[in-house]
T-cell receptor, first 119, second 107 residues
Framework: DGGITQSPKYLFRKEGQNVTLSCEQNLNHDAMYWYRQDPGQGLRLIYYSQIVNDFQKGDIAEGYSVSREKKESFPLTVTSAQKNPTAFYLC??????????????????FGNGTRLTVT | KQEVTQIPAALSVPEGENLVLNCSFTDSAIYNLQWFRQDPGKGLTSLLLIQSSQREQTSGRLNASLDKSSGRSTLYIAASQPGDSATYLCAVNDMRFGAGTRLTVKP
């Protein structure tokens, strides 16, 4: 059954600790994305990757880091430098990377999210 | 910088009514616009994707239109049902999302 798995569903951390959120996909999609959603707001792009071993910053990359060593995996680390880390984090994939003509008809597919609470 | 706005923030309608959700964007240089549905505490489900060269897309009771010159897209839902209750978000170029419209369909 193809899909995107985000784990864990809920995550609690103390302030000052780094934490890594997992995103795994078996859709064989090239592009992967991380978004953050705060209550009553739309999604904001943190990082995205169009191909293995390459990734670009989104609008709010400060305090976050990513890696893309495998096509299937795109983990997100929330570092202690992120001032307001408590949020709902969503991972998405698309068949082709954004900005390419071949991606114009490639919809985003989302995981079920990880809710991170930092106290 | 592209800004995406959705108005209204919330909408409540009786079952069976036809309705329109609005999405506005500031930069007409887009390559696609997508509409999504989000249920509480869940991820987003893609409903319709309109490429820049297209004017509309249809799926079942849903119809989405795109007018790049005016910076607007609409999502039309026909014969609404209680199961349509959710938050609907639009996104431009996979990267800019509106805050969503929370729809409630009352039985």
């Amino acid at each position: 059954d193809g899909g995107i798995t985000q784990s864990p569903k809920y995550l609690f951390r103390k302030e000052g600790q780094n934490v890594t959120l997992s995103c795994e996909q078996n859709l064989n999609h090239d592009a992967m994305y991380w978004y953050r959603q705060d209550p009553g707001q739309g999604l904001r792009l943190i990082y995205y990757s169009q191909i293995v071993n390459d990734f670009q910053k989104g609008d709010i990359a400060e305090g976050y880091s990513v890696s893309r060593e495998k096509k299937e995996s795109f983990p997100l680390t929330v570092t202690s430098a992120q001032k307001n880390p408590t949020a709902f984090y969503l991972c998405a994939t698309s068949q082709r990377g954004g900005g390419l003509k071949s991606s114009y008809n490639s919809p985003l597919h989302f995981g079920n999210g990880t809710r991170l609470t930092v106290t | 910088k592209q800004e995406v706005t959705q108005i209204p923030a919330a909408l409540s309608v009786p079952e069976g009514e036809n309705l329109v959700l609005n999405c506005s964007f500031t930069d007409s240089a887009i390559y696609n616009l997508q509409w999504f549905r989000q249920d509480p505490g869940k991820g987003l489900t893609s409903l319709l994707l309109i490429q820049s060269s297209q004017r509309e897309q249809t799926s079942g009771r849903l119809n989405a239109s795109l007018d790049k010159s005016s910076g607007r897209s609409t999502l039309y839902i026909a014969a609404s049902q209680p199961g349509d209750s959710a938050t609907y978000l639009c996104a431009v170029n996979d990267m800019r999302f509106g805050a969503g419209t929370r729809l409630t369909v009352k039985p």
